[in-house]
């Protein structure tokens, strides 16, 4: 079986979508040591012709990328279309089941529900059958819990969440979408963000109240 493993985050290292893409692959491997994986890192809008054609063999695909502003980032968006259009030219070939992980800064997991109907909507237009998804809270938090254990901690309810995964992907299951924020009181999950941020603008020059700051717009004359 081939999946393909395609990280739609702008960041080139370092991403929490990555991390997600990496657990997720342990538990295929310990459930299926046959599975063959292909893996793109989709950080800009360029998608070559080769990928399209390696998507092809495809049993299973699966997406990770981060909200933004309650849907798809641009960059991975133009790709997604790219990728309709070829899998639509492919007529009479079967096309893979696809699964989605998209990871917000807000703590609720479930306010990525848009985003997972939009792929949903994707599948249905590339003529790909949707399988699941799952929607991560607090994805900020997630390499800093990278050595904290799968379904210990913090990480619990993400462990449980990507085992259920996993199994939808390995038995080629279609399942309603998984919503999980962290086990770590909401209260400390705002603070430490707040806080985070407050030193990014310091190392930046910047004073914190500097975000709470408006965009200056000049009056037409």
Same mark, same amino acid.
């Given at each position: 079986?081939?999946?393909?493993?395609?990280?739609?985050?702008?960041?080139? /290292?370092?991403? #929490?979508?990555?991390?997600?893409?990496?657990?997720?692959?342990?538990?295929?491997?310990? +459930?299926?040591?046959?599975?063959?994986?292909?893996?793109?890192?989709?950080?800009?809008?360029? =998608?070559?012709?080769?990928?399209?054609?390696?998507?092809?063999?495809?049993?299973?695909? /699966?997406?990770?990328? !981060?909200? $933004?502003?309650?849907? =798809?980032? #641009?960059?991975?968006? +133009?790709?997604?279309?790219?990728?309709?259009?070829?899998?639509?030219?492919?007529?009479?070939?079967?096309?893979?089941?696809?699964?989605?992980? *998209?990871? +917000?800064?807000?703590?609720?997991?479930?306010?990525?529900?848009?985003?997972?109907?939009? =792929?949903?909507?994707?599948?249905?237009?590339?003529?790909?059958?949707?399988?699941?998804?799952?929607?991560?809270?607090?994805?900020?938090?997630?390499?800093?819990?990278?050595? *904290? !254990?799968?379904g210990k901690g913090p990480n619990r309810n993400l462990g449980k969440a990507?085992? +259920?995964?996993?199994?939808?992907? /390995?038995?080629?299951?279609?399942?309603? !979408? /998984? $919503?999980i924020s962290p086990n770590f009181p909401r209260i400390a999950y705002r603070? #430490?963000?707040?806080?985070?941020?407050?030193?990014?603008?310091?190392?930046?020059?910047?004073?914190?109240?500097?975000?709470?700051?408006?965009?200056?717009?000049?009056?037409?004359?």
């Amino acid at each position: 079986m081939k999946i393909g493993l395609i990280n739609g985050s702008p960041k080139k /290292i370092n991403s #929490a979508s990555g991390l997600l893409l990496e657990e997720l692959k342990s538990l295929l491997m310990k +459930a299926d040591g046959s599975v063959i994986f292909e893996e793109w890192n989709l950080n800009e809008k360029e =998608i070559t012709s080769e990928q399209l054609m390696q998507m092809e063999n495809w049993e299973r695909m /699966i997406f990770s990328f !981060p909200l $933004y502003v309650d849907g =798809i980032p #641009a960059h991975f968006l +133009a790709c997604l279309q790219k990728m309709e259009e070829h899998l639509r030219t492919q007529t009479g070939q079967k096309k893979p089941y696809v699964y989605v992980m *998209v990871n +917000a800064g807000f703590y609720e997991g479930h306010q990525n529900r848009l985003a997972i109907d939009m =792929i949903s909507h994707w599948c249905k237009k590339a003529s790909c059958v949707m399988g699941q998804g799952l929607g991560v809270g607090a994805g900020g938090m997630l390499s800093s819990l990278e050595k *904290v !254990p799968l379904g210990k901690g913090p990480n619990r309810n993400l462990g449980k969440a990507l085992q +259920a995964f996993s199994e939808s992907v /390995i038995h080629q299951k279609t399942e309603s !979408p /998984i $919503y999980i924020s962290p086990n770590f009181p909401r209260i400390a999950y705002r603070f #430490a963000a707040q806080h985070n941020w407050r030193v990014q603008a310091r190392k930046n020059g910047l004073k914190p109240k500097d975000l709470s700051s408006k965009p200056k717009i000049q009056p037409k004359s």
